[in-house]
């Protein structure tokens, strides 16, 4: 008997989850490199291949390789902004569970107060105390309610935090996407 070994069942790609105004933010940057930048640097190129040797041409070496860089950018954007879950968290109202787009303020185990909102993977900023969705603690945090005292592992050990509050509020205005999808 011949045994086959069937590949393995493909696996749904993860919802590419969205805020509007990282949405707009993505939108606008593709919009930016479509029709300011690849235009002036497709013009820089084209004058410096008309100079003659390209081999030692400056302009036209970093120029064909910022254009690539630009092509590679407007092929990653085209293909996260091709079927965006865009969930605006004004529309989840006055509830103090845990969902994508929530604001969440916590202390941690030394009483330490801190606040993150979940966004999507393209709006993570730190900075911001913006986290993916994805992320470890975003997923500890996800259903959860304001009150829910939960153990997170972090690299230095198991720590734990208390949710003291959910909040959700609009972080773009749906006129402003409805105008960049129209675009």
Same mark, same amino acid.
């Given at each position: 008997?011949?045994?086959?070994?069937?590949?393995?069942?493909?696996?749904?790609?993860?919802?590419?989850?969205?805020?509007?105004?990282?949405?707009?933010?993505?939108?606008?940057?593709?919009?930016?490199?479509?029709?300011?930048?690849?235009?002036?640097?497709?013009?820089?190129?084209?004058?410096?291949?008309?100079?003659?040797?390209?081999?030692?041409?400056?302009?036209?070496?970093?120029?064909?390789?910022?254009? &690539?860089?630009?092509?590679?950018? $407007?092929?990653?954007?085209? #293909?996260? @902004?091709? !079927?965006?879950?865009?969930? /605006?968290?004004?529309?989840?109202?006055?509830?103090?569970?845990?969902?994508?787009?929530?604001?969440?303020?916590?202390?941690?185990?030394?009483?330490?107060?801190?606040?993150?909102?979940?966004?999507?993977?393209?709006?993570?900023?730190?900075? &911001?105390?913006?986290?993916?969705? $994805?992320?470890?603690?975003? #997923?500890? @945090?996800? !259903?959860?309610?304001?009150? /829910?005292?939960?153990?997170?592992?972090?690299?230095?050990?198991?720590?734990?935090?208390?949710?003291?509050?959910?909040?959700?509020?609009?972080?773009?205005?749906?006129?402003?996407?409805?105008?960049?999808?129209?675009?």
């Amino acid at each position: 008997m011949i045994k086959t070994s069937l590949p393995p069942p493909p696996v749904a790609p993860a919802p590419n989850y969205m805020t509007p105004e990282g949405y707009a933010r993505l939108k606008r940057e593709l919009l930016h490199l479509l029709d300011v930048e690849r235009p002036e640097l497709v013009k820089v190129v084209s004058w410096a291949a008309s100079n003659g040797d390209r081999s030692e041409n400056g302009d036209y070496l970093y120029g064909k390789k910022r254009l &690539r860089e630009i092509d590679r950018r $407007i092929h990653y954007l085209n #293909k996260r @902004l091709d !079927k965006p879950e865009v969930v /605006d968290p004004a529309t989840c109202g006055a509830t103090d569970q845990i969902f994508f787009g929530a604001t969440v303020d916590y202390s941690d185990g030394s009483g330490e107060e801190h606040t993150l909102t979940i966004v999507g993977v393209d709006e993570v900023d730190t900075a &911001r105390g913006h986290v993916s969705w $994805i992320s470890p603690i975003a #997923k500890a @945090l996800l !259903k959860r309610r304001a009150g /829910d005292s939960l153990k997170l592992v972090t690299p230095g050990g198991v720590e734990e935090i208390e949710i003291t509050d959910v909040r959700y509020t609009a972080t773009a205005s749906e006129e402003a996407t409805k105008k960049l999808d129209s675009a």
